[in-house]
């Protein structure tokens, strides 16, 4: 082998021909190109190596080797050492597709032209995101649904396969899918701790749970445990395994609630009672028999058959039930069912009152003073009885050996003697009602006393109004020396008292006659006759006279031009005086007026405070008065000043009232008429006055 060196190698092209290509090649013995340099005038086209053997191998010891163009290799490169690159690896014929460096330790790989990936430099994995927040961040730009899909060749690789974790991109609810027919289960410690198989059945301590949710083991819930079905009762079972064990849930305890009997509700299987426990030292509060009957404080039933509750308690000063509200509403707290209806209920009203309904009519009531109102809501005694009957309180007697069928009230004293208020007794089968004894061993009042006092609160100085003893009856101050006072109705319907002696000689009656006779009362000297009466008419509790009719003074000495000494009316009434004349539109402010007549005399008063108008030069009248006068010279009237404010400017201004006339005319103290506009007239001005005249 011989080597030639050469310090400088120089090929030049010939400038006559830029188009033909010049080459420098190196040989080997048997012609095959090892080397070669292609170019034209404008530069090296191409640098050629050309080897037998599968490695290239540039070996530079002074430094790296750099290429400025592009590298193009046909078969495989092999690299022993670093490459670097300064952005990205292209796709050959697809551009937009790479894998780039856009960052100190960043990696990110993109398709069509977009980053689908990047890792970033604390190694968080992003995808959809160029701004990883956890190790894994998969990020769907758009209001679309964002999935993580695991799938293997049983489950196939369809978009329904596998296990899915789905964001939805409506609302960011998050979904674990199981798309197929399995179980999905977790775990903590290497252990199932909850299943929720392909029927949706949730197990937790089972792997094969029977109903939407199946608990092997101990539950226990802080707050509120609801059992919800929406096509039937929501329910909760215990259930011992063998049906034969009593199933419990323990409410209270200490510790985690777990493993007490503090608080236990027992719900015993098969025929067994339920029992409700409050606390060991109390033993057992509450139980429900397998027959449905009710027990507090007992274990068995001394009821009668049948009997549904029993309460009991054995300590001393308690054993009651307690049933309350909130608020102050009124509400029915025992109800009282038949056939699916209330029958009945007990309950409390607004204002601490115990009410007593049948069905849903209140028929007695215990207000808060302890009044009984039976018919009514206001009892204003001990006991109140109302009702639209005539029959409202009955008492009878069962006595089967007493044919008079006695029955009654009776009053007792300190020391037990009882005394008969009211008997009912039928002797020979007629019906008689006894004030006092009539019957039956108790004692009987000698006289029975009314009284009465002016103050309803009051608990001294009452005064007998009425006494009945064995004279008969004592009114007032008066003693009853054997003289009676008898009250009947009669057949007309009407009331009356009579005035009789011992002899039965009637001397005198009042009589009250019904509503269709108007409330007349008659006053007359015979019993058999209604002459020589006297009639008065009650209207709304006055004393009216009949027409025609009125109070005579004909007992009284008599003048020497006396007409009439029977006063026939009495009136009281108001007035509005008005201007009539004198002023034009008047308006007013603080004007009234009063009048009282006594049989034909008509007394007035009026006051009048003009605030508006016109005045004009017209004679000044006030009408309104409520009676026109008389049509006689003796019934016309006048009126004086009570006040006049300066009306007349020191000028007297004197008031007439003509017959047949329901005004007040004005006039000048010397005659003449007084207008609207004389003086200081009428207008912002008050006058008071008083007069009177005859009808």
Avoid at 122 to 133: E, K, L, M, R
Avoid at 415 to 426: A, M, Y
Wanted: aromatic share 8%; with cysteine.
């Amino acid at each position: 082998m011989s080597t030639l060196r050469v310090s400088n190698i120089e090929a030049k092209a010939d400038v006559s021909s830029p188009t033909v290509d010049e080459k420098i090649k190196f040989t080997n013995s048997s012609g095959n190109v090892l080397f070669h340099l292609d170019g034209k005038t404008s530069g090296i086209t191409t640098v050629g190596i050309n080897t037998t053997g599968n490695t290239f191998t540039v070996n530079n010891t002074t430094g790296d080797v750099s290429f400025s163009g592009s590298v193009t290799s046909s078969g495989v490169s092999t690299f022993t050492s670093d490459v670097s690159i300064a952005d990205k690896i292209v796709h050959i014929g697809d551009t937009n597709t790479a894998i780039r460096f856009p960052a100190a330790d960043t990696i990110t790989a993109e398709t069509g032209g977009t980053e689908r990936l990047r890792i970033t430099s604390s190694g968080s994995v992003g995808i959809g995101t160029d701004n990883a927040s956890r190790k894994l961040h998969i990020h769907e730009s758009s209001a679309t649904n964002t999935y993580l899909q695991l799938s293997n060749s049983t489950t196939g690789s369809g978009t329904d396969d596998g296990f899915q974790i789905v964001c939805t991109g409506s609302t960011g609810q998050v979904s674990l899918i199981q798309r197929e027919n399995q179980p999905l289960t977790f775990q903590t410690n290497n252990q199932e701790r909850l299943r929720i198989d392909s029927s949706g059945n949730v197990g937790i301590g089972t792997d094969n749970p029977a109903t939407p949710l199946h608990v092997e083991g101990n539950i226990r819930a802080d707050g509120h445990l609801i059992a919800r079905n929406p096509s039937a009762t929501g329910q909760i079972f215990i259930q011992s395994d063998d049906n034969t064990y009593s199933a419990s849930i323990n409410v209270g305890g200490t510790g985690n609630g777990l493993g007490y009997t503090t608080g236990q509700l027992y719900f015993n299987s098969e025929a067994k009672d339920v029992i409700f426990n409050t606390k060991t030292s109390a033993g057992e509060s509450l139980r429900i028999t397998s027959s449905g009957v009710l027990l507090v404080g007992l274990t068995n039933s001394v009821g009668e058959g049948g009997t549904p509750i029993d309460l009991n308690s054995t300590e001393v000063g308690r054993g009651y039930i307690n049933l309350s509200r909130d608020d102050t509403a009124a509400a029915d707290h025992i109800l009282f069912g038949k056939n699916g209806s209330i029958a009945a209920s007990v309950g409390t009203d607004t204002t601490n009152t115990l009410v007593f309904k049948t069905g849903t009519t209140e028929r007695l009531r215990i207000d808060s003073s302890g009044n009984i109102g039976i018919g009514t809501d206001n009892p204003d005694g001990k006991l109140a009885v109302t009702g639209n009957g005539y029959n409202q309180i009955n008492i009878a007697s069962n006595n089967t050996a007493n044919n008079n069928k006695l029955a009654g009230i009776t009053g007792q004293n300190y020391v037990g003697d009882k005394w008969s208020i009211i008997q009912t007794f039928s002797p020979s089968g007629s019906n008689q009602i006894y004030y006092g004894s009539a019957d039956g061993g108790y004692r009987g009042a000698t006289t029975h006393y009314f009284y009465v006092n002016s103050d309803p609160n009051a608990t001294t100085g009452h005064t007998e109004a009425l006494r009945i003893n064995s004279n008969g009856i004592e009114v007032g101050s008066y003693t009853n020396s054997g003289n009676t006072v008898l009250f009947k109705t009669d057949d007309n319907n009407t009331t009356r008292i009579n005035f009789y002696d011992n002899n039965n000689t009637e001397g005198c009656y009042l009589k009250a006659e019904g509503i269709t006779n108007g409330g007349i009362f008659r006053m007359g000297r015979r019993w058999d006759t209604d002459t020589d009466k006297i009639s008065f008419n009650m209207v709304d509790g006055t004393i009216g006279v009949p027409n025609g009719g009125g109070l005579s003074f004909a007992a009284t000495s008599d003048a020497g031009g006396m007409t009439s000494e029977l006063l026939d009316d009495y009136e009281e009434g108001t007035w509005t005086p008005t201007i009539v004349q004198g002023v034009t539109s008047p308006t007013y402010t603080n004007t009234g007026g009063s009048y009282t007549k006594i049989g034909n005399c008509v007394l007035f008063t009026f006051r009048m405070q003009c605030n508006g108008g016109t005045e004009v030069g017209s004679q000044l009248r006030i009408g309104g008065l409520p009676y026109s006068s008389g049509g006689t010279a003796q019934r016309q009237g006048g009126a004086s000043w009570n006040y006049s404010d300066n009306i007349g400017n020191s000028i007297t201004v004197e008031m007439h009232i003509p017959t047949n006339s329901t005004q007040i005319y004005f006039y000048h103290s010397n005659g003449g008429t007084w207008n609207g506009n004389a003086g200081n007239g009428v207008v912002n001005e008050t006058m008071h006055v008083h007069g009177q005249y005859f009808v």
